[in-house]
Nanobody, 118 residues
Framework: QVQLVESGGGLAQAGGSLRLSCAAS????????MSWYRQVPGKQRELVAA???????NYADSVKDRFTISRDNAKNTVYLQMNSLKPEDTAGYYC????????????WGQGTQVTVSS
């Protein structure tokens, strides 16, 4: 099992910044992908950004050039630096880890709320 604990959410003004962190613990494989998803009530959870253990990244078009995902493999921690925040970034943000072990395993954090005021 893998446990994911997010931190860093909160309230920001439009144009401001927040940094999310997600610390993973437990049976973590060397090769994995850590991601941030977000969800607003009534809508599907969507991928915000992902990063492999090798450092390859992928971003949703809506956050490119504003958000940066990074990770510290020694600490099993992933970060999401969110700049130039917009009210439409308001959502619950969830950390996700995927790794291969007898098939693909998926793990989720409990989520952290980000609210951006205009």
């Amino acid at each position: 099992q893998v446990q994911l604990v997010e931190s860093g959410g909160g309230l920001a003004q439009a144009g401001g910044s927040l940094r999310l962190s997600c610390a993973a613990s437990g049976s973590i494989r060397n090769f994995n992908t850590m991601s941030w998803y977000r969800q607003v009530p009534g809508k599907q959870r969507e991928l915000v950004a992902a990063i492999t253990s090798g450092g390859d990244t992928n971003y949703a078009d809506s956050v490119k050039d504003r958000f940066t995902i990074s990770r510290d493999n020694a600490k099993n921690t992933v970060y999401l630096q969110m700049n130039s925040l917009k009210p439409e970034d308001t959502a619950g943000y969830y950390c996700h880890l995927a790794q291969q072990l007898h098939g693909v395993q998926h793990f989720w954090g409990q989520g952290t709320q980000v609210t951006v005021s205009s």
